[in-house]
């Protein structure tokens, strides 16, 4: 009997298989959710079974003879993220599926944390990624730039450096932290930007106002800092960096770690810390040049492709000593300082941070949102805070040695909304509006005079930019923006300055106290700002690029520029600003030629930059306080032409050999009398040669070699009274030091650690030679000869 009914069951099964309903069809289209254009050649699979199919040109697709049942639909093409989705059948079936296929999100790199995108499509723009950046862990990003054509630094030792994009720095380059422009009293030239390096993912330079939707007032250009890319999936990872220097003999950690989810959820922290002691020269200890940093940062939040939000804290503190010798007490220190050669003050190495110094913590706080919009483009915005706390310390007595001489307090508020219209190939529309409030408060418990007043500043801005792809080789954009400022300031002035300065005849219904030997008064200035780009971009077959652009750029002058008052303590000098200056106007054209052949290729970018109203600090003369006699610096305006030219070239002269070249000129002068202006950068010849063997635990060996020519275009010496000699004698002030050549070293292995984990390790040896030099940039030439030899070893470990 059970033989009997299993070979009933045996007979009976296939014919019962068969009486299943297998008729059912499924259909329907597959489009770009971004552009709601049809995708030809997408893949749709039935998981576990052979139904696969591929859509048509119009996008649409057929699958027959599908049974009843649950299923999961995996759907993919080549340029768009593949998803999978649960379908029921029951009977035939029409789904419409929307794949994400954007531009944006496909512009990333293989290795996790180096997506970065062009900001501008026909301006000069170069980029530092992620293994540049952490051989720079223990530096700052005005070291690690100037690995870039046309970008130097203006440096007050090696500690405080200041980007330079093509000779100019300060308020007019624009610095742009994960999506928020710093606000961090920029207008000093021994003001370093106060960010931690190590929480960048990369970061893009643009030489010059073209990037709109940033700031129209960037006339030197923007550096744009951003985030790593996080992944949408279950994923974990991290790195720590340990680095050690032999020159301050001390060193920097950096830890980093990221949690990811499929469901879109991230969350990231990461910590750095440095601390180095007194610096050396070739022959001496710059002494009292130790510094103390200390960064965190904290992100999270979601992030899909349809919508996402994320928050962002970072704080960063350093405490930074400057070099004793440069903290002169009179006018005749600064003549010994230039005439003797060496510094005043040497004393032995130690990691005390004495007085002169600087300390300031900043603090940034960001809530970024963005909505895409099926068929039209993507929204975002974004608030964001910040906080900057600034302490000066002077050499001063008893007890006043502990007390700041400045104390400055800055707190801004920004919020900021764009949309993007992108969803045609064709072209493309962008515009944003922008709302600032910023508050400057000077403690006046440093009883000393307050170099920069209280003051509030309000800006709005709005900008429209678009660019339209007129055939596949030529692209044209174009964009414009307008920007309104409003600052409101309280300041005390010396009755005796006040007049001095020609106030009391122009500005004379501005006094709101009269207090005798002082004035209270409450200038009120508003500047109305117009930016304009326009630029096209060719593309030949063959592999050439041209691109040629020119921007108009305004910028409304800073506190700094209109209220300085008094003696700098940390710059040892009398600053005067001048309520009369008005805005600058730059008008910038660049051009760029790059080819690319099989195994080398160069790129050439000249440009031309004329600034009307053009915003210089020099100096000017002696003032004698009771403190002692001082230089005086002193803010004018001029019109300015600035003239340059950015070459680089490589070449792979075998697989293990290769070579790597870069060259830049600026020229600045005075329009009306052919003056050269201060500060300009000298010429700079790079040259570096490369072995590598990636089978050798991926090992590389470089040899590098920087010529920086002397500045033989500077402005002229000024003639001061020196007290000690009782007659006039000329400071060569503006005098610049010899050419200097100096070579580097670099190296660099990886070993594998525990499974897809890797041990990376890096030798760097900045100054091979030791060579004694001084840099035309570095406003410590004075006092005393630039760093020698640093052997750095760095150790990352990634997991």
Excluded at 17 to 28: A, D
Aim: aromatic residues 10%; negative net charge; glycine residues 8%.
């Amino acid at each position: 009997m059970k033989a009997l009914l299993f070979i009933t069951l045996v007979i009976a099964t296939p014919f019962w298989g068969l009486s299943q309903n297998c008729t059912h069809t499924i259909t329907g289209k597959v489009t770009d959710y971004h552009s709601k254009s049809p995708l030809e050649n997408a893949t749709l699979l039935i998981v576990g079974t052979a139904h696969s199919v591929e859509t048509d040109a119009d996008g649409n697709f057929l699958m027959s003879a599908v049974c009843a049942g649950n299923y999961e639909l995996e759907v993919s093409h080549p340029e768009c993220n593949t998803i999978l989705m649960n379908i029921a059948i029951q009977e035939d079936t029409k789904i419409d599926i929307k794949l994400e296929h954007h531009l944006e999100e496909l512009d990333e790199v293989d290795v996790v944390g180096e997506a970065i995108n062009d900001k501008t499509n026909t301006a000069s723009e170069e980029k530092l990624k992620l293994p540049t950046l952490e051989l720079y862990s223990s530096g700052t990003l005005g070291d690690a730039l100037r690995e870039l054509g046309g970008v130097s630094s203006l440096n007050t030792g090696a500690n405080i450096v200041k980007p330079t994009i093509h000779g100019l720095n300060g308020s007019r380059v624009l610095i742009l932290n994960d999506g928020v422009r710093m606000q961090d009293m920029e207008w000093g030239d021994e003001h370093a930007p106060n960010i931690d390096i190590n929480t960048a993912g990369a970061v893009s330079v643009i030489k010059g106002a073209s990037a709109l939707q940033y700031g129209g007032d960037a006339i030197g250009g923007t550096i744009v800092l951003e985030q790593a890319k996080i992944p949408v999936k279950d994923t974990i990872f991290g790195k720590t960096l340990i680095s050690g220097n032999t020159n301050g003999r001390g060193g920097a950690i950096t830890s980093e770690l990221t949690k990811a989810f499929g469901s879109g959820w991230f969350a990231k922290v990461q910590g750095s810390y440095k601390r180095l002691g007194d610096l050396e020269a070739p022959d001496y200890v710059l002494s009292n040049t130790g510094i103390q940093e200390f960064g965190t940062s904290l992100r999270f939040g979601k992030r899909l492709f349809t919508w996402g939000w994320d928050i962002r804290y970072a704080y960063f503190s350093s405490e930074i000593a400057v070099l004793r010798a440069s903290h002169i007490g009179n006018v005749d220190d600064l003549i010994r300082s230039i005439n003797n050669g060496q510094p005043e003050v040497i004393r032995d190495f130690t990691y005390d941070l004495q007085n002169p110094k600087q300390e300031v913590k900043h603090h940034l706080a960001k809530l970024h949102f963005y909505k895409r919009f099926e068929g039209l483009g993507k929204w975002n915005f974004q608030y964001d805070f910040q906080s900057n706390r600034r302490f000066e310390f002077d050499v001063r007595r008893g007890e006043l040695d502990g007390r700041a001489s400045i104390d400055l307090e800055l707190t801004t508020h920004t919020l900021s909304t764009d949309f993007k219209w992108d969803s045609k190939e064709d072209y493309q529309m962008h515009v944003g509006l922008l709302g600032r409030y910023q508050e400057n408060f000077p403690n006046p418990a440093t009883g000393v005079r307050r170099l920069i007043p209280d003051y509030e500043k309000f800006d709005l801005g709005a900008f429209a930019l678009g660019e339209i792809q007129i055939s596949d080789q030529f692209l044209l954009e174009g964009g414009i923006r307008y920007d309104f400022t409003r600052i409101d300031a309280q300041k005390f002035y010396q009755t005796s300055r006040w007049n001095e300065r020609g106030y009391n005849s122009e500005f004379q219904d501005l006094i709101v106290e009269d207090l005798g030997t002082s004035l209270l008064v409450n200038p009120v200035f508003d500047y109305h700002n117009i930016s304009a780009t326009v630029g096209g971009k060719y593309q030949w077959d063959t592999g050439e690029t041209l691109k040629l652009n020119y921007a108009l750029a305004q910028r409304a002058p800073n506190p700094s520029e209109l209220f300085s008052d008094g003696l700098h303590h940390s710059a040892a000098r009398i600053e005067l600003g001048d309520l009369r200056v008005d805005n600058e106007t730059s008008h910038k054209f660049t051009a760029s030629f790059e080819q690319d052949f099989d195994s080398w290729g160069y790129s050439v970018e000249p440009f031309a930059n004329w600034v009307q109203n053009f915003l210089l600090l020099e100096p000017s003369g002696v003032e004698f306080t009771i403190r002692g006699a001082f230089p005086v610096w002193e803010y004018r305006q001029t019109d300015a032409r600035l003239l340059g030219l950015d070459f680089s070239a490589y070449a792979h002269w075998t697989n293990s050999w290769k070579t790597d070249h870069r060259f830049s000129l600026v020229k600045g002068q005075e329009m009306d009398n052919n003056t050269a202006l201060i500060n300009i950068p000298a010429a700079n010849l790079g040259n570096q040669i490369t072995y590598s063997i990636p089978q050798w635990k991926n090992f590389s060996v470089s040899l590098e070699s920087q010529y920086v020519f002397r500045q033989n275009e500077t402005p002229d010496n000024i003639v001061v009274f020196s007290p000690e000699q009782q007659q006039e004698v000329l400071l060569e002030i503006n005098t610049a030091p010899d050419a200097y050549h100096l070579l580097g070293l670099r190296s660099q292995m990886e070993f594998p650690w525990g499974g897809n984990k890797k041990i990376t390790t890096s030798l760097v040896v900045n100054n091979l030679l030791n060579t004694n030099y001084r840099d035309y940039l570095n406003r410590q030439r004075f006092f005393a000869d630039d760093l020698g030899r640093n052997i750095l070893i760095q150790l990352k470990l990634n997991y």
